[in-house]
């Protein structure tokens, strides 16, 4: 085979690598996960976002989110143009990935994804004011760390 067919050959079967940092809130939270449709949170380079844009429901079964035939995809980019500057074409490796949560389904015959593109250096950059501690399954919920304090201190 010349390098010509072995390149045709590689761009023919060449499947992008799967989106990191994949997060099924049903798994996270017993609320949630009682609550009639899905949420999850996945992170994905330029190049795997053109193949979720080029075929949604395949992308989301290879990750393990199975929607039936008759639920429908939307995705909203919240600034595309950004993404369009940053990696044109979807093919850029400066360090932009795109992150995005996905819900409904299940009960609900949409599935509805907002997708976010940054650059990976601000990961971790922002202060943010959470509900509720990370133990907690809610807002007004004591979390197990606290519940034993309070034990200990007699109250």
Known sequence: MNAEAVSCF???NWEPTMPTKIVDFSARS??????PFNIHFWECTPSEFKAYL?????FLRKMGIGLPRDCRIETTI?????LGDEAPDFESQNGTVI???GSGGVSRQVYRVVSYAHDKSAIGEFKKVRLHKAGQE???EENEKDKKKKKRRGK
């Open 99 to 101: 992150c995005n949560v």
């Open 30 to 35: 017993e609320i949630v996960r009682a609550e």
């Open 78 to 82: 919240e600034n595309h143009d950004w």
């Open 138 to 140: 809610q807002v007004g």
């Open 54 to 58: 080029g075929k949604p429901r395949d």
């Open 10 to 12: 590689l761009k023919a």
